[in-house]
């Protein structure tokens, strides 16, 4: 009788993902509120429970970051949008208050860490790692590439 083969090292899911990075709003870019907050970056939470995003930092590669307030609770298996520009924070979306563009419309890298720093690893969607691997913390980058989201 044989064994089923074990994998060596399991790929466990992040608690906070990356879902989707909409960095080229549509149409021209006018720095208008409303193409301001056609850029957004989704979450979601991969596990059972809420989590508390209060510290956590969603960032790019130019280093512009964007950090989450006490008041920011991201449901179990919830899914959070966090838009460019200006608006009115709610459940499912939050506002970083911009004036200006974040994401590159050609590529770009974003990252989410938690509040204690700990932080991704790699850039490229398949190649995803982070160093907090043993905390419920994980998080995950996502390399941004024209027609990747």
């Not at 193409?35 to 508390?52: F, P």
Request: overall charge positive; some cysteine; charged content about 20%.
């Amino acid at each position: 009788m044989l064994a089923p083969a074990v994998p060596a090292q399991a790929t466990r899911l992040p608690a906070v993902q990356i879902m989707k990075v909409y960095y080229d709003s549509p149409g021209s870019d006018l720095r208008s509120n409303a193409s301001l907050n056609g850029e957004y970056v989704t979450i979601r939470n991969t596990t059972r429970r809420a989590i508390d995003l209060a510290g956590r930092t969603l960032r790019d590669k130019a280093g512009y970051t964007y950090t989450f307030g006490g008041d920011v609770l991201l449901g179990a298996g919830k899914k959070l949008t966090i838009r460019s520009g200006q608006g009115g924070d709610g459940t499912s979306s939050v506002f970083w208050g911009r004036r200006a563009y974040v994401w590159n419309n050609d590529k770009d890298s974003a990252y989410i860490r938690n509040a204690c720093g700990c932080g991704t690893t790699t850039g490229r969607p398949g190649n995803q790692s982070t160093d907090c691997a043993d905390t419920p913390e994980d998080t995950r980058s996502r390399s941004l590439h024209a027609g990747t989201s």
